[in-house]
């Protein structure tokens, strides 16, 4: 068992400075990323997540209701502004700092170690910059973390009732996003490998532990029941989903990892994470076994996934807080193993040189996108791709005081979300087809649509689809508007008004209009209960 460090002295003069240079770093770089969440235009995700926390359902198609929550804190601080939206995650990164320090304080009780595990997350350009961007592994990140908090608890303490703690923290994780569950293995090999199995296997605490993480995650039980699981399936597409092997797929993974990490951060992080599990399962020490295996084990089934399969940015993002903690317990435990001065130093130099250039690099990120005026990624830019949707949003208005008509059509989820946001409830919006992704959500206000001229918004090609064969409405072209982005154009946009039809909110679960997007899978459809069709198009 993990003997608890004495963690009562105080830290001396030079601990102290090295502590307030780190406390001054990080404040510095939240107000870097309360700069950039004022200042960069929500992206399409960001805005639909941010319908979400108008609504009261349970949970939600595409994700647990967690991250609706975090929108929900936010707003109700900021109103329904950019850093409103995003004031979540600036704390959600704290919370993960603070828990990280306390993690590596009790393991390590060494002020350096403490402070680098607070800053390579600032090192590293997703969490010391897109924190600040929402999504649910924002939501998930500082509950996935107390978890391991809690668990370390428990290694040091051998108090029983950590578990139920890990157990909460556990439910909430899944309550925000549903690969906290790839931490089961980590938590298995905690509790089996070492030479305490027998003790905790015969305790309630385990199974009470995971009987409180049900009821965490029971919002998200209740609400797959009432719509025939259709969110355990429609994530389930990615998980089962099986196509050639490409190159392609695996370079993204790797390249992914390699810039969201820091190109420096990931080979200094795994290489900390392999000699932990090294010592971990051959000592069968549980905090060591825990801490690689959270990491090390989703990383490798991500990495078999991307042979086939495109693996997402943010995926994997859930996992590299823990190794963090890993690489700065990992250096004390070197000095305390008796390794050589010269290899202790050359892991110091690494661990050095990737804090100061990944946060060099943040920076730079920081500085072209709030600062610069260039576009040097073309249409691939991530931030520029889904930037200028005011433009769209203008000439839609336009096109409202021309016609008379009183609400807005969109055949994406994405357009949907961004003319809701923008139009901050004036004008009723409504996505006509995938009604399935809006199950349970309020009525956008059919009593202005019900029998009024409405205005489509769609991203040419989709006003081609063949969607509108199952919608009789006239429609008659008005314009067609660019979405710009530092002066190259993103995409072209139609500007349609639509006469004699009202969209249905509930339309059969058989209907066109009601099936959702395969997640996956560009050529094939999810019908409901889950039948392909021969449609374009992907969710995400």
Same mark, same amino acid.
């Given at each position: 068992?993990t003997?608890?460090?004495?963690?009562?002295?105080?830290?001396?003069?030079?601990?102290?400075?090295?502590?307030?240079i780190?406390?001054?770093?990080?404040?510095?770089?939240?107000?870097?990323? *309360?700069?950039y969440?004022?200042?960069?235009?929500?992206?399409?995700?960001?805005?639909?997540?941010?319908t979400?926390?108008?609504e009261a359902?349970?949970?939600?198609?595409?994700?647990?209701?967690?991250?609706a929550?975090?929108i #929900?804190?936010?707003?109700?601080i900021? +109103?329904?502004?950019?850093?409103?939206v995003?004031? +979540?995650?600036?704390?959600a990164?704290l919370?993960?700092q603070?828990?990280?320090?306390?993690?590596?304080?009790?393991?390590?009780?060494?002020?350096?170690?403490?402070?680098?595990?607070?800053l390579m997350?600032?090192?590293?350009l997703?969490?010391g910059?897109l924190?600040a961007?929402?999504?649910?592994?924002?939501?998930?990140?500082?509950?996935?973390?107390?978890?391991? &908090?809690?668990?370390?608890?428990?290694?040091?303490?051998g108090?029983?009732? &950590?578990?139920?703690?890990?157990?909460?923290?556990?439910?909430?994780?899944?309550?925000?996003?549903?690969?906290?569950?790839m931490?089961?293995?980590?938590?298995?090999a905690?509790?089996?490998?070492?030479?305490?199995?027998w003790? &905790?296997?015969?305790?309630?605490y385990?199974?009470?532990?995971?009987?409180v993480?049900?009821?965490?995650?029971?919002?998200?039980?209740?609400?797959?029941?009432?719509?025939?699981?259709?969110?355990?399936r429609?994530?389930?597409?990615r998980?089962?989903?099986?196509?050639g092997?490409?190159? #392609?797929?695996?370079?993204?993974?790797?390249?992914?990892?390699?810039?969201?990490?820091?190109?420096?951060m990931?080979?200094?992080?795994?290489?900390?994470?392999?000699?932990?599990?090294?010592?971990?399962?051959?000592?069968?020490?549980?905090?060591?076994?825990?801490?690689?295996?959270?990491?090390?084990?989703?990383?490798?089934?991500?990495?078999?996934?991307s042979?086939?399969?495109?693996?997402g940015d943010?995926?994997?993002?859930?996992? !590299?807080?823990?190794g963090f903690?890993?690489?700065?317990?990992?250096?004390?435990t070197?000095r305390?193993?008796? !390794?050589?001065?010269?290899?202790?130093?050359?892991s110091?130099f690494w661990? #050095?040189?990737?804090?100061?250039?990944?946060?060099?690099?943040?920076?730079?990120v920081?500085?072209?996108?709030?600062?610069?005026?260039w576009?040097?990624?073309?249409?691939?830019?991530?931030i520029?791709?889904?930037?200028?949707?005011?433009?769209?949003?203008?000439?839609?208005?336009?096109?409202?005081?021309?016609t008379?008509?009183?609400?807005?059509?969109?055949?994406?989820?994405?357009?949907?979300a961004?003319?809701? !946001?923008?139009?901050?409830?004036?004008?009723?919006? *409504?996505?006509?087809?995938?009604?399935?992704r809006?199950?349970?959500?309020?009525?956008?206000?059919?009593?202005?649509i019900?029998g009024?001229?409405? *205005?489509?918004? +769609?991203r040419?090609p989709?006003?081609?689809?063949?969607?509108?064969?199952? *919608?009789?409405?006239?429609?008659?072209?008005?314009?067609?508007?660019?979405r710009?982005?530092?002066?190259?154009?993103?995409?072209t946009?139609?500007?349609e008004?639509?006469t +004699? !039809?009202?969209?249905?909110?509930?339309?059969?679960?058989?209907?066109?209009?009601?099936? &959702?997007?395969?997640?996956?899978?560009?050529?094939?459809?999810?019908?409901?209960?889950s039948?392909?069709?021969?449609?374009?198009?992907?969710?995400?």
């Amino acid at each position: 068992m993990t003997i608890a460090p004495d963690i009562s002295a105080k830290p001396d003069g030079a601990e102290r400075r090295l502590i307030l240079i780190a406390a001054a770093i990080i404040a510095a770089m939240t107000l870097l990323r *309360i700069v950039y969440a004022s200042a960069i235009e929500l992206r399409t995700d960001e805005a639909y997540y941010w319908t979400w926390s108008k609504e009261a359902a349970l949970s939600f198609l595409d994700h647990p209701p967690g991250i609706a929550w975090l929108i #929900r804190f936010g707003t109700a601080i900021f +109103g329904d502004t950019n850093l409103g939206v995003r004031f +979540g995650g600036i704390v959600a990164m704290l919370v993960t700092q603070l828990l990280l320090a306390d993690i590596v304080r009790r393991l390590t009780h060494d002020a350096r170690a403490i402070v680098f595990a607070v800053l390579m997350p600032e090192a590293a350009l997703y969490y010391g910059l897109l924190m600040a961007k929402v999504a649910p592994d924002v939501a998930m990140i500082p509950f996935a973390m107390a978890m391991m &908090w809690s668990l370390v608890r428990l290694a040091q303490s051998g108090d029983g009732r &950590w578990w139920l703690a890990a157990g909460l923290f556990a439910g909430l994780a899944m309550l925000a996003k549903f690969t906290a569950i790839m931490f089961a293995p980590a938590v298995a090999a905690f509790l089996l490998v070492p030479d305490w199995r027998w003790r &905790w296997l015969r305790s309630p605490y385990p199974y009470l532990a995971v009987l409180v993480a049900i009821a965490a995650f029971s919002p998200v039980l209740i609400w797959n029941a009432q719509h025939d699981w259709a969110s355990f399936r429609f994530q389930g597409v990615r998980a089962t989903a099986n196509y050639g092997i490409s190159l #392609r797929t695996i370079g993204d993974y790797i390249g992914l990892q390699f810039g969201l990490v820091g190109f420096v951060m990931l080979p200094v992080v795994l290489t900390g994470l392999v000699l932990t599990a090294w010592r971990g399962y051959r000592t069968r020490e549980p905090v060591a076994i825990l801490l690689s295996t959270a990491v090390l084990v989703p990383f490798v089934y991500f990495f078999f996934k991307s042979l086939t399969l495109r693996v997402g940015d943010t995926w994997p993002m859930f996992m !590299w807080p823990v190794g963090f903690a890993a690489t700065a317990v990992n250096l004390v435990t070197m000095r305390k193993e008796g !390794w050589s001065a010269r290899m202790l130093e050359t892991s110091l130099f690494w661990v #050095r040189t990737a804090i100061v250039s990944g946060i060099a690099f943040v920076i730079i990120v920081f500085l072209y996108y709030v600062a610069a005026p260039w576009n040097l990624l073309g249409k691939i830019d991530p931030i520029g791709a889904e930037a200028g949707y005011a433009q769209v949003a203008a000439r839609a208005q336009a096109a409202l005081d021309e016609t008379g008509a009183t609400w807005i059509a969109t055949t994406d989820y994405r357009t949907y979300a961004m003319m809701r !946001w923008l139009f901050r409830g004036r004008v009723p919006v *409504i996505e006509i087809n995938e009604r399935g992704r809006f199950q349970d959500f309020r009525d956008p206000g059919m009593d202005r649509i019900n029998g009024h001229a409405g *205005i489509y918004v +769609g991203r040419e090609p989709d006003n081609r689809a063949s969607l509108w064969e199952n *919608i009789p409405a006239r429609r008659e072209q008005l314009a067609t508007v660019e979405r710009r982005w530092r002066g190259v154009v993103m995409d072209t946009y139609a500007i349609e008004k639509l006469t +004699g !039809w009202t969209p249905q909110l509930s339309p059969p679960k058989d209907s066109p209009l009601f099936q &959702w997007k395969v997640l996956a899978d560009a050529g094939r459809r999810l019908r409901f209960p889950s039948r392909p069709l021969n449609e374009p198009g992907a969710g995400e």
